[in-house]
């Protein structure tokens, strides 16, 4: 784990030297041909990391799918909350996908195995990351221009992520015993690992985890093209992340906007107020008593109270040791509006502006600041930092791993040691020691928690469902609870009343908007033709819709039939 540092430009200077032939210095310096991989690799690294943490931040449209956080009364606050998705530009990945390409030729040249293997992982991860969220994508002629390539074909999904994993099993293979004093790397241009081999190859094993599994619902057509995804799974598996120190994870060093985060003041000029914490995960936290919940999730200002007879400040000091402002404050005579007395009250999912903006006030007609209603927790102020212990970039992480092993033993047949519970006990463990849960501290016992019904995996009807539901807490402003939803249907999250295309939650990105040249809209059209229109759809709109499934979902009767 690395800080992200500020991405260099190519320094050029001019050396005038009088004996100098005239071909050795006709060369323009600002057109740099033979680019050091370092600096290409830092910027291939930051740039996927913040494009990553942008998908799921905080009011941000897969946030809102997935009920870690809503949107107030904003302008944009409709569009995130009823989901009504517009089409989304994918350039910047393909740009990121254009300099890994030159770090990944010029090591094939140079037989310089750590970048090529790097390449790879990074590859992998953007490429699956498009596909992930379109579908079918350009991939085989995707960075074909020097070809005179300029509309590249949609590829289809089963051939993109069958490349994945192959990339991901060739990465492990170069990755192994990499002699570093004939592959020299400079530590401070690796702002994930500082130039481990080792650790790069957890990472793509790891990742082979992840699209093994995404894939199983797609086993036999997987076969079909060659790749045995269980197989994959435990070949991975020997050499995975162990403990968080391993995880691809990339702090923020905060100090200027293109390398702080996304919520402090060098990033937003006004706080993001908001963006409210959801109920749906408030109260799942609340319930089962879940110590994540402090780190992520103040309390509100005012808490009502009917012990009290007027405005009681109350001497609250969390479980970490911050003391916090609340007042306890009684119900108003004679109101009729529902109220919670809840010390932690999130914003339920999918309500309307009118709704939202007096939501639990009880009445109370009193002028907040705009978003500014004290009766409604906010996130934590650490999400409102430019620079913070525990706001980072966390592209996989141990936890997940965890996770993806615990749901493999349960399943039975991917040969893993270890049952599931000891797996996804690990994984809460895991998440717990990223947000800085401490273990021994007597108020966050483990062992207390774990007893918990609704935690206890062997006291689960279903035990798939409360891996994946314990996943999605652990995945907190992250997108792969997105995808596991997807493929799983849990956790089982409800919609609002303000959804736009029935009672389901999206379950793609629409393609950009598309280039009107004949050449694109052909390969265009015909990846749309293979999307299946689900009843979400509005008849007479075009397949290229947030409710199509793509050739990951169809057939699956994922997340619904």
């Known amino acids: 784990m690395k800080k992200l540092y500020r991405i260099l430009s190519i320094p050029c200077f001019l050396f005038i030297v009088a004996c100098e032939n005239i071909e050795d210095i006709n060369v323009n310096p600002n057109n740099a041909e033979d680019v050091s991989s370092n600096y290409v690799l830092t910027y291939v690294l930051t740039e996927t990391a ?25 302008f944009q606050a409709l569009r995130v909350n009823s989901y009504d998705w517009a089409p989304e530009a994918w350039g910047n990945y393909y740009e990121i996908l254009r300099n890994n390409e030159l770090i990944y030729n010029k090591a094939e040249e140079e037989d310089h195995k750590f970048f090529q293997g790097v ?7 953007i490429f699956g990351l498009v596909t992930d969220l379109y579908g079918d994508c350009p991939y085989s002629e995707s960075l074909s221009a020097n070809d005179e390539i300029f509309f590249p074909k949609f590829d289809e999904q089963q051939t993109i992520y069958k490349g994945i994993l192959e990339d991901l099993r060739t990465a492990n293979e170069l ?58 799974f435990t070949a991975a598996s020997a050499f995975v992340f162990q403990d968080g120190s391993d995880s691809a994870v990339m702090e923020f060093l905060g100090v200027a906007g293109y390398n702080a985060a996304p919520g402090g003041s060098l990033n937003s000029s006004n706080p993001g107020f908001s963006n409210k914490p959801c109920a749906t995960l408030v109260d799942k936290l609340v319930s089962i008593q879940d110590p994540r919940l402090e780190r992520w999730v103040l309390p509100v200002v005012r808490q009502w109270d009917d012990t009290v007879t007027e405005p009681t400040p109350l001497d609250y000091v969390n479980i970490y040791g911050e003391p916090q402002d609340v007042t306890r404050v009684p119900p108003i005579a004679g109101n009729t509006l529902p109220i919670d007395y809840s010390l932690y009250v999130g914003l339920p999912p999918g309500l309307a502006g009118s709704i939202a903006l007096g939501y639990n006030k009880g009445g109370d007609v009193t002028q907040f600041p705009s978003e500014g209603s004290p009766y409604i927790s906010f996130l934590h102020g650490r999400y409102r930092e430019n620079v913070e212990d525990y706001v980072k970039v966390r592209l996989m992480t ?53 007893s918990n019904q609704d935690v206890d995996l062997n006291g689960a009807t279903d035990k798939l469902e409360r891996i994946i539901s314990q996943k999605w807490i652990s995945g907190w402003m992250g997108i792969e609870s997105w995808f596991d939803w997807r493929r799983t249907g849990y956790p089982d999250l409800q919609t609002g009343p303000v959804t736009l295309y029935g009672d389901k939650l999206p379950l793609r990105y629409m393609y950009p908007s598309p280039n009107l040249d004949p050449k694109y809209l052909a390969n265009y059209n015909e990846a749309v033709e293979r999307l299946e229109i689900t009843p979400n759809v509005p008849t007479g709109q075009s397949g290229d819709h947030s ?5 990951l979902l169809q057939g699956t009767g994922k997340p619904w039939n």
């Open 119 to 125: 390449a790879l992982v990074m590859r992998s991860f």
């Open 547 to 551: 409710y199509s499934k793509m050739w």
């Open 50 to 74: 913040k494009a990553y943490n942008n998908l799921g931040r905080e009011g941000e449209n897969i946030s809102g799918a997935m009920q870690y956080s809503q949107r107030g009364t904003d």
């Open 398 to 450: 141990y936890s997940e791993v965890e996770f993806l092993l615990a749901e493999a033993a349960l399943k039975g047949d991917f040969g893993i040691s270890g049952g599931a519970d000891v797996h996804y006990q690990n994984a809460i463990k895991a998440s717990w020691d990223d947000y800085g849960v401490d273990l021994a501290n007597s108020g966050n016992d483990f062992t207390a928690y774990y």
């Open 175 to 232: 990755l192994t015993n990499v002699d570093l004093s004939s592959s020299p790397i400079a530590a401070s241009a690796d702002v994930f690992y500082g130039g481990n081999p080792e650790k790069w190859r957890m990472f793509a094993n790891s990742l082979r985890l992840r699209y093994a599994m995404r894939l199983d619902n797609k086993r036999s057509e997987m076969n079909a093209l060659g790749i045995n995804t269980v197989a994959e």
